[in-house]
């Protein structure tokens, strides 16, 4: 069994589980909300600075730009445990801009409504040239999802339409529901927020196909959203970036596939510009090798 660094222990009290999670052979997290705060992770997050990118740029005219330290949570839930840690319980709590996580909840309904078929159907190129170079081409839902290609995901919240958009997410008991905003970027710039632990929750009901939605479209957006593989773990995730939030926010939300076991991860974290976005998996790697999740 591997063993669990925990300095600091918080235990949440129950909660009422929602009829969404009455299979019996599926605890909820929140059926069993058990979770250990330690705050020993802080160290990961504050040892690691952001540099602004705008630094790097004004060679010619140096300026004094401060360096930052890293801010934000990390959550993990030991499923054969059914436990949960955290190094932030009450930033865990607290809902944010899902940004391109909710590729993965928009991925499901586009599958189950038809709008997306199959993981092989393409989606050709508007010929609308874009600053991110790997958007500029023809897609798949799984090359869409890898390269977090915003237009295709776009384009299908458009043909899912608001009615059928805001049904879905209430049948999913996604955050808090609201799709308020624009059709097509409510969940850049609109009223959704989910927090960490509620990213957890759904991911662990995607993970046992027990989301309101087929096997199939479940089976396909897990293939989707295979991440690494190597001989000592599978990792399955979606990295996020609210940008129009202020502060703008990192999200890398998925789970860790080992032979006994699986260990579910959320993180979030304030990131000042795009220079820190490869913190989000670098922080969440590192939380998983200190607590022996991960080599």
């Given at each position: 069994m591997r063993s669990f660094a925990i300095s600091t222990v918080l235990v949440m009290s129950s909660m009422l589980a929602s009829s969404i999670f009455a299979a019996p052979t599926f605890a909820s997290t929140a059926a069993k909300t058990e979770w250990q705060e330690t705050r020993s992770w802080d160290a990961i997050f504050t040892q690691?600075?952001?540099?602004?990118?705008?630094?790097?740029?004004?060679?010619?005219?140096?300026?004094?730009?401060?360096?930052?330290?890293?801010?934000?949570?990390?959550?993990?839930?030991?499923?054969?445990?059914?436990?949960?840690?955290?190094?932030n319980l009450k930033r865990a709590n607290q809902g944010f801009l899902p940004a391109s996580t909710f590729k993965i909840p928009n991925s499901l309904i586009a599958l189950e409504l038809g709008v997306v078929k199959d993981e092989h159907q393409v989606f050709k190129w508007d010929?609308?040239?874009?600053?991110?170079?790997?958007?500029?081409?023809?897609?798949?839902?799984?090359?869409?999802?890898?390269?977090?290609?915003?237009?295709?995901?776009?384009?299908?919240?458009?043909?899912?339409?608001?009615?059928?958009?805001?049904?879905?997410?209430?049948?999913?008991?996604?955050?808090?529901?609201?799709?308020?905003?624009?059709?097509?970027?409510?969940w850049?710039?609109?009223?959704?927020?989910?927090?960490?632990?509620?990213?957890?929750?759904?991911?662990?009901?995607?993970?046992?196909?027990?989301?309101?939605?087929?096997?199939r479209s479940q089976r396909i957006v897990k293939q989707a959203m295979l991440t690494e593989a190597n001989s000592d773990y599978i990792i399955r995730a979606k990295t996020g970036y609210a940008v129009r939030a202020e502060p703008s926010i990192g999200w890398w939300v998925g789970w860790v596939e080992l032979d006994d076991n699986v260990w579910f991860f959320a993180m979030n974290m304030d990131i000042p510009d795009a220079a820190g976005l490869p913190l989000r998996q670098a922080i969440t790697k590192e939380v998983l090798k200190l607590e022996h999740v991960i080599p």
């Open positions: 690691q600075q952001v540099e602004p990118q705008q630094a790097k740029q004004q060679q010619a005219k140096p300026q004094k730009t401060k360096s930052q330290q890293a801010s934000g949570v990390v959550v993990l839930w030991n499923e054969n445990k059914q436990q949960g840690y955290t190094n010929d609308k040239s874009r600053d991110i170079a790997t958007w500029n081409r023809d897609h798949t839902l799984i090359t869409g999802m890898k390269y977090s290609v915003v237009p295709v995901y776009q384009e299908f919240a458009r043909q899912i339409g608001e009615a059928r958009m805001s049904k879905m997410i209430a049948s999913f008991d996604y955050g808090n529901e609201d799709i308020s905003g624009n059709l097509d970027s409510f850049l710039d609109g009223g959704i927020r989910i927090s960490a632990t509620e990213q957890i929750d759904f991911l662990r009901r995607l993970y046992h196909n027990k989301i309101h939605a087929s096997e």
